[in-house]
Each structure stands twice: as structure tokens, then as C-alpha cells.
């Protein structure tokens, strides 16, 4: 079976600095990891993926996500964040070999203070 | 301009009344899917389709109905007999590759008078 955990629903970070929400997941085989971002009365926008190669994966408007197989990890950063970046992020994951949709997280809501 | 469309924005169930949303896709996506979102609890499967007349219960199908007779569409009904259906729906679409990303509308927000 495949979960996604997002162990903080609310994250608070001062514009300027950098951001991580964070993500693990639990895949019996290998994972396809995505990032997505809501804003209020929106559907969800892609943001990035992870299929395989280089852990470190640039997305849209300056996100970036770091793949950690051995901590079953894909953490969302950001290095400078902006007020405009205050949303709903959901991480997903899917096994490589299942033919199964995408299993999404709870979801964290960042909110980036000017 | 290609993408997803959800309508209506807004709607309003009365009781035992079934209603449907409508979704549509213009992105030559062979899969489709449908999604409930409550606050707090992530968005959850309620059926998705992989290919035209074939679809799959998610996991909160009970009260659902779908139908999947045109690759472009993918309504959804909710019928009486789901009792608590106040919630924001969430259509999306994909490629049929599991590395593709899902693309999403902007949703329905479904309430009860």
C-alpha cells in the first residue's frame, strides 16, 4: 500500500527566508513523488516531480524538492520565500511497478509573513 | 487553450435530490479521476477512470455514480444516498503514464440546502 505523511499542517516562515515543508512516503517498491500547490477556490497546480536521477529536483516559481530514499523523504524548500507563496501544498507518491492513481498527503498550509 | 473545465462553480443539493458535475477535458488525457476535499483531510479518491467505459471505485465511492462514455468527459453524480456531500469536488486528468503529473480544474463546491 502507499502513504504520503505531511507531519505539519501549518507552517509559518518570515518572507525572506527560506521554507521546507516537509514530506515522507511508504512505497513497497520505488516512488514517483509530485508536488502540488492550492490556492483558495483552486484546483490543485503542479509543481514538481521526482522520477528518478539527480535527488535534487527544480520545479516552478523557484521550489525545489530533495528525494532521500533512505529517510523516505521529499522535502518542498524554497530559499528566499514570498508572500505570494502562502497556500496548500500536498505532497503524492505512486509505486513505479503499481498501475494505481497518486496518493496525496493531508496537505500543509504555509503562510509566509511580510 | 488546453486544460480542465468543472462546472457549475457553485451548487446546491435539496434533500433526495441526486445532482452531477460536470467534467471536462480538452488535454487528449486518457485517465480521468474525481476527488473529494474536506477541510483537514487531503483530498480522497472517488473513482477514476484509466480508458473510455471502464472506471474503478476509489476509496469513498459509497453514494457516487460515474460514467465515462467520451475520453474528454467524466461526470460525476451524487446521489441521495450519499449523506454528508458538502464538500469541494476536484476533477483531474492524466496520461496514462504513472510518471505524469494529474492535472486539475478548479473544482466544484457542492452544498446542502
Known sequence: AQSVAQPEDQVNVA???????KCTYSVSGNPYLFWYVQYPNRGLQFLLKYITGDNLVKG???????????????HLKKPSALVSDSALYFCAVRDVKGNTPLVFGKGTRLSVIA | ??????????????????????????????????YRQDPGQGLRLIYYSQIV???????????????????????????SA?????????CASSLRQE???????????????
Not at chain 2, 450519499?82 to 476536484?90: D, E, S
Not at chain 2, 510518471?99 to 440546502?113: A, E, N, V
Open chain 1, 60 to 74: 516552478s516559481y523557484g521550489f525545489e524538492a530533495e528525494f532521500n530514499k533512505s529517510q523516505t523523504s521529499f
Open chain 1, 15 to 21: 518572507e525572506g527566508n527560506p521554507l521546507t515543508v
Open chain 2, 99 to 113: 510518471h505524469q503529473p494529474q492535472h486539475f480544474g478548479d473544482g466544484t463546491r457542492l452544498s446542502i440546502l
Open chain 2, 1 to 34: 487553450d488546453g486544460g480542465i473545465t468543472q462546472s457549475p462553480k457553485y451548487l446546491f443539493r435539496k434533500e433526495g435530490q441526486n445532482v452531477t458535475l460536470s467534467c471536462e477535458q480538452n488535454l487528449n488525457h486518457d485517465a480521468m479521476y474525481w
Open chain 2, 82 to 90: 450519499q449523506k454528508n456531500p458538502t464538500a469541494f469536488y476536484l
Open chain 2, 53 to 79: 467505459n471502464d472506471f474503478q471505485k476509489g476509496d469513498i465511492a459509497e453514494g457516487y455514480s460515474v460514467s465515462r462514455e467520451k475520453k474528454e468527459s467524466f461526470p460525476l453524480t451524487v446521489t
